[in-house]
């Protein structure tokens, strides 16, 4: 599937009804959605013929996407029965059923659930700034699903911070950022004062040990060249 | 919610030992279709437990054909496969409930969303 095809497919995934200020519940659009997803099928393959778990996947943007794809086995979590019924009419817009089971859970309980297991992670998590740390709980829990690697959206300033914390703490055997993207965030909360702001996010791909000798110097190499192109051409560059 | 997804969960409730399989009430069944890929049935028949993913099938009635046992030669027969498919992918549990084996807690189902949320004092 083309980029374009992907996109317009996810075009029309609904955001939050009304977002939850405490859940961080800032909708991740289509376009850095479907460019996130794209990015990682088409440089790692680890989305077709995955298990891939998706952590506070809020509408289910995330989900779908992966699901477009060609993942057999989509588990879509996340702590908010309100955000999952929209995921879920979202997913019934699709003519043909998607293979995504949504699970109300908390994410800070995950580590209990020892059978979940995930080829790859996928997550837009919370940035941390309503809650602290949240962040980085999105990221141990996504470790705990024992996956061969975790893709996950996160603020450029928290940078260093995740690097050591996912290769000295949470075990990754690589801790990489794909690309930089703005993240055009329209006002959606009452305290929003400008109509719309941009932030500053990576893309990472964090590996675990298992998987690790599997990636080739050869991804590398084409992910240095898809980065490069990512970054000419970016949704909240307009 | 599909018996793949439910051969993935168990009742994470602190202290519980014997928290799976989880036991299903099945008050509502839906089914709907999922592609047919027998690689990757293969590969799931590896990573599910296959008794918890039995005792899902008996209690969504879709357990017909379905052996105790798995051979070499029915993982590469697409009769049994096919059955293999149905039961895994295809069935879902839309309302109803998960039962913890141990505690008795259940674990609702609703519009094929089970609730797995603890209570505080379940943590």
Redesign the interface.
């Known amino acids: 599937m083309k980029l374009k095809e992907l996109h317009a497919l996810m075009q029309d995934i609904e955001p939050f009804a009304q977002p939850k200020v405490q859940l961080e519940q800032y909708p991740t659009g289509a376009d850095i959605a479907s460019r996130m997803l794209y990015t990682i099928e088409s440089m790692f393959n680890d989305i077709e013929?995955n298990i891939v778990v998706d952590l506070g996947t809020g509408t289910g943007m995330l989900a779908i996407g992966a699901a477009l794809l060609g993942s057999?086995?989509v588990?879509a979590l996340d702590?908010d029965?309100d955000a999952?019924?929209v995921a879920?009419d979202n997913c019934e817009q699709f003519e043909?059923?998607l293979?995504i089971?949504?699970?109300?859970?908390?994410v800070n309980?995950l580590q209990?659930?020892?059978?979940?297991?995930a080829d790859t992670v996928i997550m837009n998590p919370p940035f941390g700034t309503k809650m602290k740390g949240a962040d980085m709980a999105f990221l141990q829990a996504a470790c705990s699903l024992g996956p061969k690697q975790i893709y996950s959206l996160n603020k450029s300033s928290t940078r260093s911070h995740i690097q050591k914390a996912a290769l000295k703490e949470l075990g990754c055997s690589s801790a990489e950022v794909l690309a930089e993207l703005r993240y055009n965030l329209p006002a959606t909360m009452r305290f929003h004062k400008q109509a719309s702001v941009d932030i500053e996010v990576d893309l990472w791909r964090f590996e675990l040990p298992a998987a690790a000798a599997a990636a080739g110097a050869a991804a590398v190499k084409k992910m240095k060249r898809m980065t490069n192109r990512m970054m000419l051409d970016l949704p909240g560059q307009r | 919610?599909?018996l793949?997804?439910h051969?993935?969960?168990?009742c994470?409730i602190?202290g519980v030992k014997n928290g799976?399989p989880l036991n299903i009430e099945a008050v509502k069944i839906e089914e709907?279709?999922?592609?047919f890929?027998p690689d990757?049935l293969r590969s799931?028949f590896k990573?599910i437990?296959w008794k918890a993913f039995l005792v899902g099938a008996q209690a969504l009635g879709c357990a017909e054909g379905l052996p105790q046992a798995v051979s070499e030669e029915q993982l590469q027969d697409d009769g049994f496969l096919q059955k293999f498919h149905h039961a895994l992918?295809e069935v879902c549990l839309e309302e109803g409930s998960l039962i913890c084996p141990e505690t008795g807690r259940r674990f609702p189902v609703v519009?094929?969303?089970?609730?797995?949320?603890?209570n505080e004092d379940e943590?």
């Open positions: 013929g057999p086995c588990v702590v029965a999952l019924q879920q043909d059923p293979p089971d949504f699970v109300l859970c908390d309980q209990q659930q020892q059978r979940l297991q | 919610m599909k793949l997804t051969n993935f969960l168990q994470h602190k799976y709907r279709d999922a592609d890929d990757f799931m990573r437990d992918l519009k094929g969303i089970p609730n797995m949320l603890l943590v």
